[in-house]
């Protein structure tokens, strides 16, 4: 049997599937969007390894994990989780749907010629920036 885990924004989900990749069980753990100031969108990483834990301890209660062969993961869109140099977490993760810089990116949408089209990102508020 294999694990998926997806971290996702509102929670994590964990599935265990048949090696012919027939549904076992699932099992998810919340998360919580902080939300300190309009258009801000932010989590705590240590919220992110600590929901995967709870929703794998869920499933180690219906399944012999000891059996799975491999596992796959998926996470949230684009974000931003800032590190120092030593690799530890310097604040709150800036997730995909934050819009804080929404005035900035309008200043480089009406400076830019087709910037859209140079960043790849479609005309959305949550996307302007890179």
């Given at each position: ?8 924004t509102?929670?994590?989900?964990v599935?265990?599937i048949?090696?012919?990749g027939?549904?076992?069980?699932t ?7 902080s939300?300190p100031?309009d258009l801000?969108?932010?989590q705590?990483p240590q919220?992110?390894?600590?929901a995967t834990n709870v ?6 209660r219906l399944?012999?994990?000891?059996l ?8 949230q869109?684009?974000?931003a989780t ?8 310097l604040?709150?993760?800036?997730l995909?749907n934050?819009?804080?810089s ?7 949408e009406?400076?830019i010629?087709?910037c859209h ?11 302007y920036?890179?």
């Amino acid at each position: 049997m294999y694990l998926g885990i997806d971290l996702g924004t509102s929670g994590v989900k964990v599935l265990i599937i048949s090696t012919s990749g027939e549904s076992i069980t699932t099992a998810s753990a919340r998360l919580t969007v902080s939300r300190p100031y309009d258009l801000w969108s932010e989590q705590n990483p240590q919220d992110w390894w600590e929901a995967t834990n709870v929703a794998i301890e869920k499933l180690s209660r219906l399944v012999d994990l000891s059996l799975v062969k491999g596992i796959g993961l998926s996470g949230q869109m684009h974000g931003a989780t800032l590190l120092d140099t030593n690799g530890h977490v310097l604040r709150p993760a800036i997730l995909w749907n934050d819009g804080r810089s929404k005035d900035e990116c309008r200043q480089l949408e009406n400076n830019i010629e087709d910037c859209h089209k140079l960043t790849g990102k479609p005309d959305h508020a949550r996307f302007y920036c890179a």
